[in-house]
């Protein structure tokens, strides 16, 4: 049976719930939380749709607290239950910000990143609201899971100590976090939400939990403030479910009524103890805060839809693009404006992040791996035009550019033998007869000039890809599309459609942004779009497919051919699996971005052959990823502890 989505975050919520479990001389201890999950994974995804985004959106209607109870005493109180069960399902949707799913943030790692960045400002914010910031004297930390085995190669600690003085990912001068950190480790001082100072020591007062995780998500933290006393004085619990999304729990202050908050609104909730029905009074501040919030739950979506399927028959319905229908339900919460020119925003971030990574002069990434940026000599050879004028010649190269290849290859296998000779002290020798060299006469006799394919969309998209996420694995600011590790694939594929193939720059942006964010919320609602829950089939292979649908659309797709080819972008990328080498978002994410834009493009060309129909859908291939996901072990899922991270030495 269907729940509100608002109903599902406070069951939850409510499982990760720290219970205070005694007062001596006003210490509070904390238990354990709870490891029973009461919510089935259906209800538990929904859940999930609840994020910190800059205007608490919210995609429910206003609700009863619970699902009604059916009952069966007669068909008019059956009829009853049927009708609220009804109104449940229509507001059950997939529907979220475009905003919230493309969000402007700084690498390398969404769910690692930003996610834990946007959690301790969260939390320092609601230090201030409770009005016991001025209280506080210490804070302790902990990261749990993936965020404690990865967090380091991630920036987790970083990104979460910014989060605590305050800093937002859309505007942390990503320039000065490093020497940040280092004055907190020399002073062993953190500044809270800005303005006012501790003592922190980061060594002892930050732990990473390598081998616990938090029962509802790998990516769980804890963050637990203290008075001069040492005794507990708030405490709270986040989960950076991925793309940036954060779901926490009330902040849960220690003054006697055990009232709990909701985000960062002055909202009281329920008494632990007590009943939905005895709400915790409140002033005229509060009253005003929560009749806002109210207000906002009572906005839904214009043009809700569940599932793929749902989708294309609306756009039929209604003679709507997918695109259309995305537009329309922004303006439930924006103007139209505002709407337009946030999605132009967005184009401008992705295309500076392309801008810098391309003409970037450092040498490295940061790192113990000593990766090599790529991207700005990629995009010197394509601006020298070395694959030759048109396509004359074949994309052959001149004798001078670049000597055969065979020749090549015969003096390295020369120079080997010498090696080999010298070291024992013989002459070398080839291990070719002549007869076998006769055999080749004829089949091998002709020697090729080495040539180059002339596929200047493979290039563009290659470097454009790599270029964003080598500014990403440096810790530039990118957008999380749908997530940082994967924050190339839709900037390529848009920058090559608008440099090469558009005709309307303006509107393509839009009907491109706006494509992909409808699959991408399908892909939120029904399965995850974190590595840590999925592999990299939640990240590169959500891109992909969200790219493929965006870039069907802009070359004229129906919405029947546009759903065809997020299906086959996804299709080929299940079970692919998360192991950054060292932790670090380098091997294979970089590489892993360029092969998800190319298979992007490929997938929309096979659908805008067809007429739309396909045998697999993408509501079957959003399913079979989440099973996949589930069943994939967790040492490939965002832990550094199976696949290349453990068979690529480090130095």
């Known amino acids: 049976m269907s729940v509100s989505i608002r109903a599902l975050s406070r069951s939850i919520v409510a499982t990760s719930r720290v219970s205070i479990t005694s007062r001596t001389k006003g210490h509070f201890s904390v238990l354990e939380m709870r490891n029973a999950v009461h919510t089935n ?277 209604e003679n709507l693009s997918i695109a259309e229908v995305v537009f329309l339900n922004e303006l439930q919460w924006r103007s139209r404006d505002d709407v337009v020119s946030s999605a ?103 020697r090729r000039p080495a040539r180059r394919l002339l596929l200047p969309q493979l290039d563009y998209l290659s470097v454009y890809a790599i270029a964003v996420n080598e500014e990403n694995a440096a810790g530039g600011r990118v957008v999380t599309a749908p997530t940082n590790g994967a924050a190339g694939v839709i900037p390529a594929v848009l920058k090559y459609h608008l440099e090469f193939l558009s005709e309307d720059p303006s509107r393509d942006i839009l009907e491109f942004l706006f494509t992909s964010a409808a699959v991408g919320m399908l892909y939120k609602r029904g399965a995850s779009i974190s590595a840590a829950e999925m592999g990299c089939q939640g990240e590169v292979g959500v891109a992909c497919s969200m790219s493929a649908a965006a870039f069907a659309a802009v070359m004229g797709g129906t919405p029947a051919q546009v759903e065809n080819a997020a299906e086959i972008g996804m299709e080929h990328n299940l079970g692919l699996t998360c192991d950054p080498v060292d932790g670090l978002v380098q091997i294979p994410c970089i590489e892993r971005n360029a092969l998800g834009a190319v298979k992007a493009v490929t997938a929309a060309q096979l659908a805008l052959q067809g007429d739309g129909s396909h045998r697999v859908s993408l509501d079957q291939v959003i399913e079979t990823m989440r099973q996949t996901g589930q069943d994939m072990m967790s040492k490939y899922k965002e832990t550094s502890q199976g696949g290349l991270a453990v068979n690529v030495p480090i130095c």
């Open 344 to 446: 132009y925003r967005i184009w401008n971030v992705m295309d500076d992040s392309i801008r810098r990574g391309c003409l970037s002069t450092e040498a490295k990434l940061p790192g113990r791996l000593n990766v090599s940026r790529r991207a700005p000599r990629l995009y010197q050879n394509l601006m020298r035009g070395i694959y030759g004028p048109g396509g004359s010649n074949q994309g052959q190269l001149s004798q001078t550019q670049s000597p055969a290849i065979t020749d090549g290859i015969q003096r390295m296998i020369a120079k080997t033998d010498d090696k080999h000779a010298i070291a024992k002290g013989e002459a070398p020798q080839t291990l070719i007869t002549t007869t076998q060299r006769t055999e080749l006469t004829g089949v091998f006799n002709k």
């Open 41 to 317: 994974e259906r209800e538990i995804r929904m859940a999930r749709l609840v994020g910190y985004g800059r205007r608490g959106l919210s995609t429910t209607s206003a609700m009863p607290e619970a699902e009604p109870q059916r009952s069966h005493q007669n068909d008019k109180s059956a009829e009853a239950a049927d009708k609220s069960t009804a109104e449940h399902e229509s507001t059950n949707h997939a529907v979220v910000s475009t905003f919230d799913l493309f969000s402007i943030g700084v690498g390398p790692s969404s769910s690692h990143t930003v996610g834990p960045m946007r959690a301790g400002k969260i939390f320092a914010q609601d230090l201030v609201d409770h009005k016991i910031l001025s209280k506080v004297a210490s804070i302790k930390i902990d990261l749990y899971g993936s965020l404690a085995l990865t967090g380091i190669g991630h920036g987790t600690p970083n990104a979460t100590l910014m989060g605590l003085e305050g800093e937002m990912p859309e505007t942390v001068p990503t320039e000065t976090i490093i020497a940040r950190v280092e004055a907190m480790y020399e002073t062993n001082t953190i500044t809270l939400n800005g303005t006012h100072r501790i003592r922190f020591n980061p060594d002892k007062d930050m732990t990473l939990h390598y081998y616990e995780s938090l029962p509802q998500h790998p990516n769980g933290m804890r963050f637990t403030v203290f008075d001069t006393n040492g005794d507990m004085l708030a405490t709270n619990e986040y989960f950076s479910i991925g793309g940036g999304f954060v779901v926490n729990e009330k902040t849960q202050v220690a003054h006697g009524e055990n009232v709990f908050y909701r985000d960062t609104k002055h909202e009281p909730m329920y008494n632990s103890s007590s009943s939905p029905s005895s709400k915790i009074e409140c002033g005229p501040l509060e009253q005003a805060a929560m009749y806002e919030r109210t207000q906002q739950d009572l906005v839904t979506a214009a043009l809700p839809f569940r599932t793929g399927k749902d989708l294309i028959e609306m756009c039929e319905r």
